[in-house]
T-cell receptor, first 114, second 115 residues
Framework: GENVEQHPSTLSVQEGDSAVIKCTYS??????FPWYKQELGKRPQLIID?????GEKKDQRIAVTLNKTAKHFSLHITETQPEDSAVYFC?????????????FGTGTQLKVEL | ETGVTQTPRHLVMGMTNKKSLKCEQH?????MYWYKQSAKKPLELMFV???????ENNSVPSRFSPECPNSSHLFLHLHTLQPEDSALYLC??????????????FGPGTRLTVL
């Protein structure tokens, strides 16, 4: 089955700096890669996703890049703000219908310091 | 509360008890999921239902028994649990648009403690 590894497990940045979180996956058939943000005591929420037919996707301060050959994808947050502090999870799956069976990484605790 | 709701929010049970977790989605989605979230571990997919049919059982022990009576409701029946089953149990739902992509919407979770 799919295995997703995520690094780093914790990341501390100064407000205004950029943050990068990296994930690798094992199943070359995976074609869908979402990123979820989970604030303390709250539910995970999708912040951005990318499909395997696209190499990069951007949404305001958030961007995701995908390298299918190397089987890794990354989350980039620019101009970080204190409200970006949360745990970020990457995930991978094969979209075929019949439900989206996501395999998640172990999460990255991002702390944005003032 | 709209979207995906879960009850109860907190549950403490003994190893010999039988209890059930309930999830309801108000989004018109056709897929529903159970996840287990433990400290220092990734979110673990347990079960997937699509149009009420189970499409995934991720090698979950039989002491966890899911039930999906319709596309809006999902239950997780618990019996003879172990202390290591203590975790946050999250329900999610999605439209499951196949290759078009798929955002899963999570409920607030049930914090389960097994004594």
């Amino acid at each position: 089955g799919e295995n997703v590894e995520q690094h780093p497990s914790t990341l501390s940045v100064q407000e205004g700096d950029s943050a990068v979180i990296k994930c690798t996956y094992s199943d070359s058939a995976s074609n869908y890669f979402p990123w979820y943000k989970q604030e303390l005591g709250k539910r995970p929420q999708l912040i951005i996703d990318i499909r395997s037919n696209v190499g990069e996707k951007k949404d305001q301060r958030i961007a995701v890049t995908l390298n299918k050959t190397a089987k890794h994808f990354s989350l980039h947050i620019t101009e970080t703000q204190p409200e970006d502090s949360a745990v970020y999870f990457c995930a991978a799956s094969i979209l075929t219908g019949g439900g989206n069976k996501l395999t998640f990484g172990t999460g990255t605790q991002l702390k944005v310091e003032l | 509360e709209t979207g995906v709701t879960q009850t109860p929010r907190h549950l403490v049970m003994g190893m010999t008890n039988k209890k059930s977790l309930k999830c309801e989605q108000h989004l018109g989605h056709n897929a529903m999921y159970w996840y287990k979230q433990s400290a220092k571990k990734p979110l673990e997919l347990m079960f997937v239902y699509n149009f009420k049919e189970q499409t995934e059982n991720n090698s979950v022990p039989s002491r966890f028994s899911p039930e999906c009576p319709n596309s809006s409701h999902l239950f997780l029946h618990l019996h003879t649990l172990q202390p290591e089953d203590s975790a946050l149990y999250l329900c999610a739902s999605s439209q499951d648009r196949g290759l078009a992509g798929d955002e899963q919407f999570f409920g607030p979770g049930t914090r389960l403690t097994v004594l």
